[in-house]
């Protein structure tokens, strides 16, 4: 699966993969990194989309 070796190279889902699996075990630890992963990914898109409406808004006759 993807979403497993990306915690493995970056450092705060890799302590927070750790964390997790710790308490609660390997398999709902993987989840709940991949569902951190997909909010940060949505929330990059959103402020994206923003900042793009808020460009066109700009440059509108």
């Known amino acids: ?8 190279r970056k450092p705060h889902y890799a302590a927070c993969l750790e964390q997790i699996t ?9 989840i709940a990194v991949a569902r951190k992963l ?8 959103r402020e994206a989309d923003a900042a793009q409406q808020q460009e066109e808004s700009c440059t509108a006759p």
């Open 1 to 8: 699966m993807q979403t497993q070796a990306t915690p493995k």
């Open 38 to 45: 997909l909010t940060h990914a949505y929330q990059v898109l």
């Open 22 to 30: 710790h308490r609660r075990g390997r398999k709902i630890a993987t």
